[in-house]
Every structure is written in C-alpha cells, then in structure tokens.
C-alpha cells in the first residue's frame, strides 16, 4: 500500500470499498491525498456489519485513525459479498411463494433444461457427460398454480386469458399463506397483456379477500428470452436476494452511524453498482468475483495493456476471466446453485481450488483429491481453535516454509506448524509412503496443476496463446501459488499488486454507479439490409423506455436523474450462430433518411453498429469465422444510466535503487521447492520502495499475503506498487 503520512490533519477517507468473502473480509481505503490501505478481517455470517467494521479498523490501523475521525469525506461507499449467494448454496431463503404460470407448466421449475443439470461441472464433468444432477427445487411443486391463455413467440394472442383460472389459483395461493405471488407466463416478454391482466385480477380478489401481498411480474423483473432462466430468475430474486435487503440496510446503516455520509452502493454482476434500495437485486448476487475483473481492467487501462488474464485464489475457489484488447465479456447465461440464469453478468469461469479446500486420500483410487469442500475462514488443521479435522492446502503451504504461522493476518491467527505436520504426516503422507514435505508440496503441485490448466483452457479455447496475455494474480492466496499456476506458460508480464488480497474490493472502488436494463427484441436483417429503417426505428423506441425506467431507478433512490450518462448497446450475432456479442453505441437515437443509392429508407448508424460488431468479431475469433452474408439477428437492446463517481488513482512513486533497504529485511527462512530446501531471504512487503528487485529464493510478506518468489525467480517492485514477477 502507499506508504502513509501520519500527520493528524490528513486521511479524510474519500472511498471505502469492502469485499465479504466466505473467509475473510477486505476493506480497500483510499484519503483525499489519493493513498490507500487494505483491511482484512474474519467474516461473520450473518452479522455481516461486525467483519466490515473490523476489517475497516484493520486497515485505518495502519494510520492510526477510527472511522469516526476520518468518515466523514466519504464520497463513495461500495459493497460487493456473498451473503445472497450463500442463502441460495445453503437453502436457507424464503420458500413460501406463491407461482403461477401457464397451465401444463407447473413443473417447469423441478425439470428445467438439459443445459442446467451439467453446466456447472467442471470441465472432464462436461466432456464426459459423465453425471449430471437436478438441483433441488426451491419451491414446493403445490406452490406452482396454472392458468390457461397463450400468448405465441411474436407476441401474438394465441388463446385469451381464462380469467376464471385466475381468480381460482389466486385465492389457492392466499389460503396457503405465501408472502408474495410470481408471475411468469410464456413469452410476456414479447406482450405482457396477459401477466398484466393477471395482476389486476388478483388486486380484485386481494380486496375481496381482505389481504394485500406483493406480485411480481417476469416481464417487469426481467424480460428476456428463455423461459426456465426467467423463472428462476423470478424465484430466486424473492428467495433469495430479497431477504438479503435487510442485512443490506443494515451495513449502511451501522457505517452511518460510524459518521459516513455516502450511501451504500452494491456491486453487480455486470460490472455497474447499485442501491440496496433497488427495486431488483439479483444482479448483486455474485458481486464479489466481479471485483476483480472491473479493477483488471483498471489496470489494464492505466498500463496500457492489450490483452489481459486475471487469477484470483480466495479461499475456496479459483476465479479466472479474460480482457481481450481491453474489451471485457459479458455472459447472458449462468448458473448459480444449480440454476441457469438470464442476467447479465461479466464472463469469468470458477474451479473449486482455494486455499482453504480439503486434501483427503482416497482409499479405493489411490490417489489425492481436493474439496469440494473448504475450511472457509476455519483456515485448516494449523489453527487449533478452528474445530478442522482434515488437511487444507493452508496446513501445506505452512510447513513448506511458505506462510509465517506467527504473522497470519498480521499475528491474529497464531497457526501451530508442527500440528499441520502430524495431521499431513497421518492423512496424505502415510499412505504414500512418503516424507510429509514431499507429499505436502506434491498435493501443491497437484492442485497448482489444476489451477495452470484451467488458466491455459480457457486463453485456448478462444485461439489465443498465454504468449499474447499478461497475466495478473490477486486475492489472498493468489501471491502465494502464482509461480505454481504460471509455470510453463510463457505470459508476456506476470503482475502481482501489493493489495492483492483486496483487489477486489479495489475493483469496487473502481466501478461505475450505474443501473443497466435488457429486453428481448429479435429483429433480423438480412443480407441485403433490406429492414434496417424497421430495425432502427424500433431500437431507438426500446432505448428511449430503458432510460426513463433507468432514470425512475435514480431519482427513487435520490440522485438528480439528469446527472446520468446514458449508454445504449446491442447484443447481435450471425444470422443462425448460437452466442452474441455486447456492441456499445454512440449513439442515443437511429435516424432514417432516404438513401437514392439504395432506393429505400436507410440508417446510417445502425449500418456503422453493424460495422462495429463485424469488427468485434473478428478481433475476438478471427477473421475467417465472420459470417456477414448470412444476415444479422439483434437479440437485445440494453440500456445502462450512469452517475460518475470518485475512483481510485494508482500511486505514483519515485523509483530507488533495485537493492531493497536492510530495514525491509526479515532474516532468513527455510523453504522447501523442487524437492529441496533453500535458505530463502524474508522481507516485509509494505518496507520495500518502489524499484527494489527481490531474487529467490524469497518470501515477502504482508498480514494478509505472501508472496513466494521461488529459486530462479525474481520480482521487481514499480513505481504504482505492482510487483511484476519473471523467471532468471
């Protein structure tokens, strides 16, 4: 971190940024001066408020301060957690909801789609087909009511709406006490006539009735194509985001009463933040990943980095995405729980190997094998007071020499190495017949491995080679195994920033305060663009609805709506391919002029919006895979309302000399690599100046990192504080 200044009347904080993981808890501050700390702290379930607050005190330790004496000048104030996806994994949100849709649909829930039993499998799981599991419904099959009506794919009224139906299932569902009714008919995305009649209807029976609950309507929450996503999009939102509100206000609330003037904004899945106040949370569901790419992309902005790999090692899992010539994917996609999803949401792939993941022997194969379940914040069997009965990849690092049992978040955590190396000895070396370090630094190298090929697939799979990316490591684990995971793979640059372990809650810093609305619209253009005046007609009306619903957002949350920057995009692909691609526009509106060339009405910018996805493609998958003649399908239009806000600024340092100060030096400690023990130099890594260079064997350390520079390595510190890692 930036080195601080203690003088009394500095470190005003202008931006918190906080990151709750399974584990641990990161806090990111940064001062009206532009330096910055990192906090981090164990997290603590459902008092959620307690490890931020702790984390928060963490990192103001480093100046000495409170939050009550440097709150005041926040201006930016963001969340990114698991806690909603948590409630979703462990079952524990709201079943009781009521359901209707269209009748002979009432088990579309409990069968899903093929898709969704196996796309959560790792890759061999996937290759193979060999398992796939439905997962276990989150509503009980006698909550799903059915209506008869029809409306077609065009949007066209196929049957009317049997308003009988309605009244009937309606008053069902209000007998059975649920606390709120989803509504999700077949393609309302396209007409939403007949869910907007089945709300009326049941405002009529509620009055009856003598009982008001919430109805919420799929083409109201999300209207998009795909009807099994939309409805799990639909009942996930209630079971489980919904009830996660609380705890939401309840953080921004206890930081208001630390004295911090800014409101609390949370993360989303596509990059933006929003308001707990939101009217649709799903989006926050899996924020915490997405930190790490939007701060990657920072920094590949600021470096000026083409092509940009990023690797975050948490506790339990290994998140890798990509930045293509500094363009980021965005999924439409995903699977959480076990439930495909249409959200949108920036494209990253996870494997189960974290730091915390169990390594057991397995009697009948013979051979180690890893998770699926982690220690979490429990750390391994080195932390006595944890309860943990089996080996973690922790308990291995530490009696390799690599981690400090005595300065394990900074001492807080005292870990006991000699009790890591009877339970390794017993579990994992025994068996083996082996030496405990050797069998140790074999169960890293495994899963190290593992980590390697996943990073290398996915850069593969999209035709690229490791030479044309940089890669970058974070999260607290990342410093630690990078030269395991990177070994091999000839990356352009490997960079380690020195607040790793709370990249991602830098990356919330950096993300913009932003609302972002889809809907479907399937417009075709063939060839011979003979439909371009329709088509543009027709997106400049979708757009012009997104952003008064985008503004409505703003100003129910407070903010002037006139202070938003609104940016309309398309989601387009070849006539007949599969996947689409995000193209941004610059423009709000698609004029329509008469062209005499062409003898017909015409738009120019949507034939330049044509253009700019040609290109996109081609820098992503190459020229010989465009396939212009075939025609073009837009799928969506998307519109996203931005308010700027306060982002972080990297430090700019003066460079010293490449030999690092004696005052930096920690000693000498033993360290086991390639079935040798070295005597590897230790330093302190807040101590070291911008331009030192340290050799391997080494091991820098931080109360919330390591990072180990094996022999034959070397990294060297520059001017931004971004170790930068290469083999000698």
Not at 2 to 16: C, F, M, R, Y
Not at 159 to 169: N, Q, R
Not at 363 to 381: H, M, N, Q, T, W
Request: aromatic content about 8%; charged content about 25%; hydrophobic content about 35%.
């Amino acid at each position: 971190m930036v080195k601080p200044n203690n003088d009394s009347k500095q470190h005003l904080l202008k931006a918190i940024a906080l990151d709750t993981g399974g584990t641990m808890t990161d806090s990111f501050i940064i001062d009206e001066k532009g330096s910055f700390a990192v906090g981090k702290a164990l997290t603590t379930g459902k008092e959620e408020y307690v490890g931020i607050l702790n984390s928060i005190s963490d990192s103001l330790s480093e100046w000495d301060k409170s939050l009550e004496e440097t709150g005041a000048g926040v201006e930016a104030l963001v969340y990114s957690g698991t806690a909603m996806l948590n409630r979703l994994l462990e079952r524990e949100g709201n079943d009781n909801i009521g359901v209707i849709v269209n009748a002979g649909f009432e088990d579309l829930h409990r069968l899903g789609r093929a898709l969704q039993c196996w796309m959560w499998l790792d890759y061999a799981g996937r290759l193979h087909a060999r398992e796939h599991e439905h997962p276990q419904p989150l509503i009980h099959r006698n909550q799903f009511k059915g209506v008869r009506g029809r409306i077609n794919f065009w949007g066209d009224e196929l049957i009317p709406l049997y308003e009988k139906d309605v009244v009937e299932v309606v008053n069902q569902l209000l007998d059975m006490n649920v606390d709120c009714i989803c509504v999700c008919l077949l393609c309302s995305y396209m007409n939403s006539r007949h869910e907007m009649e089945v709300e009326r209807i049941a405002k009529q029976v509620m009055k009856e009735y003598g009982k008001e609950i919430p109805i919420i309507l799929s083409s109201e929450h999300n209207p998009v194509r795909g009807e099994t996503p939309r409805l799990n999009a639909l009942l996930i939102e209630q079971y489980a985001a919904e009830p996660s509100r609380e705890q939401l206000i309840a953080i921004a609330k206890k930081l208001k009463d630390r004295g911090v003037p800014a409101p609390l904004r949370i993360l989303t899945s596509y990059g933006g933040t929003m308001s707990p106040y939101a009217k649709s949370l799903i989006p926050t569901m899996v924020s915490g990943p997405i930190g790490g790419m939007i701060g990657s992309k920072f920094i590949a902005e600021k470096y000026g980095i083409q092509n940009l790999v990023s690797s975050d090692v948490g506790g339990t899992s290994f998140d890798v995405g990509l930045t293509m010539e500094k363009y980021v994917p965005t999924k439409w996609e995903s699977s959480l729980g076990g439930f495909i999803l249409n959200i949108p949401m920036i494209a990253l792939d996870s494997i189960g190997a974290g730091t915390g993941m169990y390594v057991r022997y397995n009697d009948i194969s013979s051979r180690l094998e890893f998770g699926p379940e982690s220690a979490g914040y429990k750390i391994g069997v080195c932390n006595e007071q944890s309860g943990v009965e089996t080996v973690t990849m922790t308990d291995c690092s530490v009696i390799l020499g690599y981690l400090n049992p005595d300065y394990f978040l900074g001492g807080k955590v005292p870990l006991n190495k000699k009790r890591a190396y009877n339970y390794i000895e017993d579990q994992i070396a025994k068996p083996f017949n082996a030496d405990p370090y050797e069998a140790a630094r074999g169960a890293l190298d495994l899963i190290e491995i593992n980590m390697k090929n996943h990073l290398n697939g996915m850069i593969q799979g999209l035709g690229y080679r490791p030479e044309n990316y940089t890669l970058i490591s974070f999260g607290g684990g990342g410093p630690l195994h990078v030269a395991g995971y990177s070994k091999g793979l000839s990356f352009q640059n490997i960079m380690i920033p020195e607040w790793a372990a709370a990249f991602s809650a830098y990356g919330c810093a950096c993300a913009d305060h932003s609302y972002r609305h889809e809907i479907s619209v399937d417009l075709l253009i063939d060839p011979d663009r003979n439909m371009t005046s329709f088509v543009a007609s027709m997106i400049t009306s979708t757009w012009r609805d997104l952003k008064i619903k985008i503004m409505n957002e703003f100003e129910k949350e407070g903010r002037d709506p006139n202070e938003m920057e609104f940016r309309p995009s398309l989601k387009l692909q070849y006539y007949g391919m599969l996947d689409d691609l995000e193209v941004h526009s610059p423009y709000e509106e698609l004029t329509i002029e008469y062209s005499e060339e062409l003898d017909r009405f015409d738009s120019v910018e949507l034939n330049d919006l044509l253009r700019r996805y040609d290109d996109l493609f081609e820098m992503i998958f190459r020229r010989g895979t465009k396939s212009p003649e075939l025609g073009y399908h837009i799928t969506k239009a998307i519109g996203t309302g931005v308010v700027p806000v306060p982002k972080p600024e990297l430090p700019m340092l003066e460079l010293s000399s490449e030999k690092p100060n004696d005052d930096a030096s920690k000693g000498l400690r033993e360290m086991y690599w390639d079935k040798k023990w070295y005597n590897a130099s230790i330093w302190e890594m807040k101590l070291l100046d911008a331009g030192n260079v340290v050799n391997g064997p080494a091991v820098i350390e931080a109360p919330a990192t390591t990072l180990v520079v094996p022999p034959n390595y070397r990294v060297k510190l520059d001017k931004h504080r971004i170790f930068h890692m290469e083999v000698r």
